[in-house]
Every structure is written in C-alpha cells, then in structure tokens.
C-alpha cells in the first residue's frame, strides 16, 4: 500500500469509490437491457432479420470509432491530470493539458450523439419507429439509453472544463475529478462496443 509523505497510508477518494459502486449498478442496468434484447431476439428471429437490412451499419461502424476514439484522448486527458498539468506548455499534442484532451474528447462525444440522431431522423424518414417491430423497440431502448449516458458524460466533461479554468492551482483534488469523469467515459465507450456488437454485427451472423 502506498504511504503518503508524512507516512500515511493514502486512501482512495470516496469520490472514485462512489463513481466505481455507482458504475457496478449501472452494468447491473445494461445487463438487464441486454438480457431482454437477447430474450426477444430468441423469440423473434424474423423481425431481427428485417431489421439489419435496414441499418446502415458502415455509418454506425464510423460512429463506433469516433467514440472509441473520444476514449483514447479522455486518456490521454488523465496522463495531463497525473501530471498536474491543466493545459498546454507547448506547441503539438504532446503538449496538451487536462483542458485540450478534455475538449476535444467532449467534440467527439457530441459528434457520436449527432451520428446518432442523424440515424433516428434517417430512420424516422423512411418510417421506422419503436412502434414498428419487437426490433425496433429493442433497438430505440438500447442505443437511446446508452445516448442519455453520453449526453451524461458530456455534461461532466463540461464540469470539468470549467472547473479546469477556473481554478488557479491544479492540484490533486482536480486531478481526481478528471479521472473519475474518465471511469465513467471509458464505461460508457465498453457499453457501447457491446451494444454495438449485438445490434449490429451478430444478427449478420446470427
């Protein structure tokens, strides 16, 4: 166990300890929604079928890699923070503080939320809707929660940016903050390749 400077023992921030009891109930959550996806996919083959043909599945796969890549830079977010560094000290993104890494993994989430509404629009328009099939309203309920997430996750993005700039000395307890945010992001981008996988890719093969 690591012994703080004046020989305590550092314990973990309650805060992350919250944020990691409160993330194990959100997969108990996920897993109820996959649980009943895989149940009705079970009992209703033909409408699955159906509906892949529908999707536009190379649109969502770039979607999928623009989370995945909002993951990659929350992380590099988190490297700044250990750092203690809230922004950039130089030119190129070797450089880039909390603040740089942060805005531009809040870009890509809101860029996946719009790919996703452009995919309920595009839907809606040829006149697919929850109403339509068991698929569908397993398909809506799904990527519509794992959407309310994101849109979670953005706004704590946007926490922290303020709170980034605000402050006049970087230390420990912002670091922190950063690095619970990320917790959270990287399990939203898990759930979503998850979802992702059995709403897209396994009815292919199923």
Avoid at 129 to 143: H, I, P
Avoid at 148 to 159: P, S, Y
Avoid at 170 to 176: I, K, L, N, P
Avoid at 192 to 202: D, G, H, K, P, Q
Wanted: proline letters at 2%; one cysteine or more; a positive charge.
């Amino acid at each position: 166990m690591n012994k703080s400077a004046r020989g305590g023992i550092n314990r973990p921030s309650a805060t992350a300890v919250g944020t990691i009891v409160w993330l194990a109930s959100e997969v108990m959550f996920f897993s109820a929604i996959f649980a009943v996806y895989f149940t009705l996919w079970a009992t209703s083959t033909g409408q699955w079928q159906d509906g892949i043909k529908i999707l536009n599945i190379p649109f969502a796969a770039v979607n999928t890699v623009v989370l995945v890549l909002s993951s990659v830079t929350c992380q590099f977010g988190v490297f700044a923070a250990e750092r203690l560094q809230p922004r950039r000290v130089g030119r190129g993104m070797k450089n880039w503080g909390v603040i740089e890494w942060f805005f531009l993994s809040f870009v890509l989430g809101a860029w996946f939320v719009s790919g996703q509404v452009f995919e309920y629009a595009t839907l809606y328009h040829e006149g697919v809707t929850m109403a339509t099939d068991t698929f569908w309203s397993a398909f809506f309920v799904g990527t519509g929660f794992h959407a309310l997430h994101v849109l979670g996750g953005l706004m704590a993005f946007l926490v922290i940016l303020g709170r980034t700039f605000a402050t006049r000395k970087y230390g420990h307890r912002e670091a922190q903050s950063a690095i619970v945010v990320s917790y959270y992001w990287h399990f939203v981008d898990v759930i979503w390749l998850i979802l992702f996988t059995a709403v897209y890719i396994l009815p292919l093969i199923g």
